[in-house]
């Protein structure tokens, strides 16, 4: 029998914010814009007020008008990520990461070296608050979709073992909407055909489910509703492409202030690319204006880097060949693509190139920042903030 895990950060980017900012504590605070864009992840004590991840800044206010909006760092939450990672891979080499901050984990092999599951995802949590200053709550089944739910039971900050003999008593009492993969749109369905708890799905014909919802959405959760699910834990594959985007305070014109964010966005994406060894090639830049309409441009560097001039020199070039006078713009966002390992990565540099250079310089400043935080090293012109 499978032994799976699923670790879920709870609500991750606020819990990072809070280990940085122990004097908001108790207090109702989200991370996101205070009066634009959209509230990324929220504390408990806001979501006792309606906040939640994915709305907008503005109902956030008015449900909570008395919570805290703190600006995303995105580099600390990837620079967090990692260092939970890391811990992951102590425990087994089979960790599978659906996102920044989950992973699921099949701990089988692990048993004869670490103990039983469950003394395993404690030591997790553990480990995780102690090096990290952030809770996770772990679920763990002899299935991927097992895992999930019960870790979804667990939050916040706890962990829930579903043995076998136990998946049906525990699934059939929940709401249909609880089942991993059904939406809004799912559940509307399954309520017009009376169909309210996991139960009610499972003893419904197949043919019944397959009307309603079509053959291979109809099968699959007519056989996740008996707690099947033959998925297998897999190695996360290496990133595709690195990038970010940000959304302005408020629209604007000035073309000083986009040169800013989008130096900002080529030195995020630059830092990520050494953390995890890659190169590029490709550089795309997006750009979102007041009216919500985007646009891209693609640009090629002479040869793939991971440094930020470099890719910043091919950014902006790519921009003013956009000839975007006086257009309002409300977002702008970069990403890097054609990945390569850097150890065979082939580098063309001029003849006159010195024998230390950004690169080096570069990777001085990552340590520093993996030591003291994203903010110890940085360029005069990142300092001010995004939201100004």
């Not at 102590?90 to 990461?97: C, F, G, I, L, R």
């Not at 070296?113 to 952030?134: C, H, K, N």
Request: proline letters at 5%.
């Amino acid at each position: 029998m499978n032994h799976i895990l699923h670790v879920d950060m709870d609500a991750f980017y606020a819990s990072v914010e809070l280990a940085r900012r122990p004097e908001l504590r108790g207090r109702a605070m989200w991370v996101g814009g205070d009066s634009r864009g959209v509230v990324l992840s929220a504390s408990y004590e806001a979501r006792q007020f309606g906040v939640s991840s994915g709305m907008s800044s503005t109902r956030a206010r008015r449900l909570c008008p008395s919570g805290v909006a703190v600006a995303p760092d995105f580099d600390s939450y990837a620079l967090v990520s990692r260092g939970i990672f890391a811990i992951f891979h102590t425990v087994t080499s089979v960790v599978e990461a659906p996102s920044i901050d989950e992973a699921f984990m099949d701990v089988t092999g692990s048993r004869m070296r670490l103990g039983d599951p469950v003394s395993i995802g404690e030591r997790l949590r553990a480990q995780v608050a102690a090096e990290q200053g952030v809770p996770c709550s772990v679920g763990i089944g002899s299935s991927k979709f097992i895992a999930k739910m019960a870790s979804a039971q667990a939050k916040p900050d706890g962990l829930l073992n579903i043995p076998p003999e136990r998946v049906v008593g525990f699934l059939h009492p929940l709401p249909v909407e609880k089942l991993w993969g059904v939406g809004k749109s799912t559940t509307e369905k399954l309520h017009r055909l009376g169909l309210r708890t996991v139960s009610d799905v499972a003893h419904t014909p197949r043919a019944t489910l397959q009307r309603a919802l079509g053959a291979n959405q109809g099968n699959w959760l007519g056989d996740l509703a008996w707690g099947r699910d033959p998925r297998q834990v897999l190695d996360t594959p290496k990133e595709r492409s690195i990038g970010s985007q940000e959304t302005f305070g408020r629209d604007t014109d000035d073309p000083r202030v986009v040169r800013t964010e989008l130096l900002r966005l080529s030195a995020r994406s630059a830092s990520r690319m050494r953390t995890v060894r890659l190169l590029g090639r490709s550089v795309t830049i997006s750009v979102r204006f007041a009216d919500f309409t985007t646009i891209t441009k693609a640009t090629t560097l002479p040869s793939p880097s991971d440094v930020t001039d470099e890719i910043f020199a091919a950014v902006w070039k790519a921009f003013t060949s956009l000839n975007l006078q006086r257009a309002r713009i409300r977002r702008v966002g970069v990403r890097v693509e054609g990945l390569i390992e850097a150890e065979r990565a082939y580098q063309q540099f001029p003849l006159d190139a010195p024998d230390r250079g950004m690169r080096e310089v570069e990777a001085v400043a990552d340590v520093a920042v993996s030591r003291f935080g994203s903010a110890a090293v940085r360029r005069g012109t990142l300092t001010r903030s995004r939201y100004d």
